[in-house]
């Protein structure tokens, strides 16, 4: 992602990615263990401004 852009706003593009539009996330998600990271950058600087991992909610146990 370009811009600002706030760490929910990134949470939720992963969300709707692994869950609902990628089928290749989902077939090997069953298959393998899949981890899913972001790092968020300041668009100016360049420098690093968060980093983090998507938990799916099978994993947190939703």
Request: neutral net charge.
């Amino acid at each position: 992602m370009k811009g600002t852009v706030d760490e929910t706003t990134v949470l939720r593009a992963i969300e709707l990615s692994a869950e609902k539009y990628c089928l290749a996330h989902a077939m090997l998600g069953k298959a393998f263990p899949v981890r899913l990271t972001y790092k968020i950058f300041d668009g100016e600087s360049k420098t690093l401004v968060k980093e983090g991992e998507y938990l799916q909610k099978e994993a947190l146990g939703a």
